[in-house]
C-alpha cells in the first residue's frame, strides 16, 4: 500500500510553505494547524507529514506543543522532524505523539550520533536526505552537507528502515515531479522509501504509484494540496490508507 502523506509546515505556529526551501519564499496557509491536521483527516489521511522549519533554521523545535495538540486531538501517525539534533530532542518528538521522528542534519554531519540514534530508536527514525544537484543540503536547507553518494554509503552501514528524498529544486512550485530523479534515488536506496517535491496534480501521484515495485513507501503532498491543485478526497478514494504506518 503507498502511503499517501499531507505536510503540514509550521512556522511561527502557523501553517506555511516555502518554495525550494527559501525562508524569503514563505507563503502563510493557516494558522490553526489543528484543525488544518482535522480537515486532511477528515479528506482520508491516516498519516501526516510535520516539519518545524522554525526548529530546523534554529537547530531545536519549537512547534513539540503544535504536535502534541494534534497527536491527542486528530487520529492520524505523524512523522515529525525539523531540530531534532539531540536524542534528548528525539525522545521529546516521541512521546509528545510523534510515530516516526526525522533526522537530518546532524544523522549525515556527525556519525557517532548518527550510530547512536540508529541503536536507540531504530525503526521509530525517518533519515531525511534533501537533494539538489548531487548533494545533500541540510541545516533547513541552507548548507550543503555532502555528495549524495557519500550519505546513502553512510546511511547504508547502519539499520535505518525508513527513508525520505526529496527534490529541493522542485519542492514548492508545483512544476511536476522529476520521475527520472526519483527512480535514480530509489533504485539507489538501501530501503524503501518516501518522496516528495514537486507533486502537483493526481497525475504525478500515479506515475510514482508505480514505482512501488522499486521501492517506494510513500509520497508526501505539500504546495498543491494547500492550493487546491489536488483533490485529496479523490486521492484517498482512489489510494485507501490503512492504520498501519
Known sequence: MIKILPA???????????????FDEMTVYGTDPVSYANDLYEAGARFIHIVDLEGAKIGKPVHIDVLHKIATQVPVKI????????????????????????????????????????????????????????YVFAKGWQEKAMPLEDALNLISTYSFPHLIFTDIERDGTNE?????????LLKKSPVPAIVAGGISSLNDIEHLAKYETI?????????????GLIDLKRVFNLFPQEDDF
Not at 8 to 22: C, N, P, Q
Not at 176 to 184: K, R
Open 8 to 22: 503540514i509546515d509550521l512556522y511561527d505556529g502557523k501553517v506555511v510553505r516555502l518554495k525550494k526551501g527559501s
Open 79 to 134: 512523522q515529525y522532524g525539523g531540530g531534532l539534533r539531540s536524542a534528548i530532542y528525539i525522545e521529546d518528538a516521541l512521546e509528545a505523539g510523534a510515530a516516526r521522528a526525522i533526522v537530518s542534519t546532524r544523522a549525515l554531519t556527525d556519525e557517532e550520533f548518527l550510530k547512536i540514534v540508529s541503536q536507540s530508536f531504530t525503526d521509530r527514525i525517518t533519515i531525511s536526505i534533501d537533494v539538489k544537484d548531487g
Open 176 to 184: 511536476g515531479v522529476n520521475l527520472d530523479l526519483v527512480e535514480y
Open 215 to 227: 521501492g517506494l513507501e510513500g509520497i508526501i503532498i505539500g504546495k498543491a494540496h494547500y492550493e
